[in-house]
């Protein structure tokens, strides 16, 4: 026994030191069986989660040093004096991003459609270029195009500046409208989004209380007053801190207007009543209302059903009618160039807002 318990005992030994010894990669795993699974239902959670990210795909992604990609979350902090390189799957592709960009023709700016992609590139980034940058993919039959909810992207990039603060505007004061039924916002956005947000009033000097439900601060819009009041016009101005010596935006003009409670108020004149053959006829067809409220204008003319040719054209603009108190005046006009017998009769103006319709009419004779 003696012999055989050491032999017992040493091979013991020896698989105990095997068993130490590294193992190979997969010499663990088990290897598969035909054997039948019963798939697993997810939960109701896992499902949802499953059906939302089908829902929409995001599209959008940032070109990277080297040739890397990266996707893209809702919010990005670039040190201004940057490039950015931004692409969106797709061989139809458009982009959203700051409007001025647009509007001043910048040349640092390029948008290019490939196939199978688009790019944008925005060189030595500013301050002013901080906002919303997003893309979708367009489906066309034909003519019409509509935007592919399924496939989206959106970022908002803040080009952080210590110079400045807050994002620069064109104007150096700004009127916004307070209007009872609907949110108000103050735009004094920042360019460093941990940047301190404060808004004050000019006269009396005070600063404004922000409750974080009445009025909040959004670093992306500014100020929300979520239930204006009359209480809240006059000129007020934003100041922001972040390291340094605080900086105020530009002032900002807010005046409170009332919601209007029935439909336009309408005035019709013509050029003149009775009119010769080859004449030029201009009738205008004119609303005054709240400066925020649109006006929408439709004619019926005596030549309409015979496809007479008139010329049209609508335009409004605002008057200043005291301290506080702003109106818009819109216009339509519609114009008869060589008047004759089948333009004889009566001109009606239809002005409709959303509270309603006015229907105003003149009439012009053949002399």
């Known amino acids: 026994c003696h012999f055989w318990c050491l032999a017992e005992l040493a091979l013991g030994l020896s698989h105990k030191r095997a068993s130490k010894r590294p193992k190979e990669p997969g010499e663990n795993k088990i290897k598969p ?11 109701m959670k896992e499902r949802e989660s499953v059906d939302s990210s089908l ?14 990609f990266q996707k893209l979350a809702a919010t990005l902090s670039l040190a201004a004096g940057q490039s950015i390189e931004l692409r ?8 959203k991003y700051p409007s001025y960009l647009d509007t001043f023709k910048d040349s640092r700016l390029s948008v290019k459609q490939l196939d199978r992609y688009s790019q944008l590139i925005l060189a030595n980034s500013t301050a002013a270029d901080t906002g919303e940058y997003s893309c979708w993919l367009q489906l066309c039959n034909g003519n019409k195009c509509r935007k592919d909810e399924t496939k989206t992207g959106s970022t908002y990039i803040f080009f952080t500046d210590k110079e400045e603060l807050f994002v ?18 103050i735009p004094c956005r920042v360019t460093t989004p941990s940047a301190k947000v404060t808004l004050h009033r000019e006269f009396p000097a005070e600063e404004i209380e922000t409750d974080g439900t009445d009025i909040i601060y959004d670093a992306k819009k500014g100020f929300v007053f979520q239930h204006p009041t009359s209480d809240h016009k006059g000129i007020v ?7 340094g010596a605080p900086q ?22 013509v050029s003149s009543s009775r009119a010769r053959f080859s004449d030029r006829v201009r009738v205008v067809c004119s609303v005054l209302g709240e400066p925020d409220v649109d006006v929408n ?4 003319y005596p030549g309409q059903e015979s496809r007479r040719p008139v010329i049209t054209q ?8 005291g301290i506080g108190h702003t109106t818009r005046i819109s216009k339509s006009v519609l114009l008869v160039e060589d008047f004759e017998d089948i333009d004889a009769g009566n001109y009606v103006c239809i002005a409709q807002n959303l509270q309603g319709e006015t229907t105003v009419a003149t009439k012009v004779e053949l002399k």
């Open 33 to 43: 069986v035909n054997k039948k699974v019963k798939p697993r239902t997810p939960k």
């Open 55 to 68: 829902k929409s795909q995001s599209i959008l992604t940032q070109v990277m040093d080297k040739g890397n």
């Open 88 to 95: 969106c799957k797709g061989s139809n592709v458009t982009w």
């Open 168 to 185: 620069p505007t064109p104007s150096y004061f700004e009127i916004v409208y307070l209007n009872p039924d609907k949110p108000a916002v």
């Open 237 to 243: 101005y934003c100041k922001a801190e972040s390291q």
């Open 248 to 269: 105020i935006s530009i002032k900002y003009h807010l005046l409170y207007v009332e919601v209007p409670k029935g439909p336009p108020s309408a005035t019709i004149a």
């Open 297 to 300: 204008f439709k004619w019926q």
């Open 314 to 321: 609508n335009f409004w603009r605002l008057i200043n009618r």
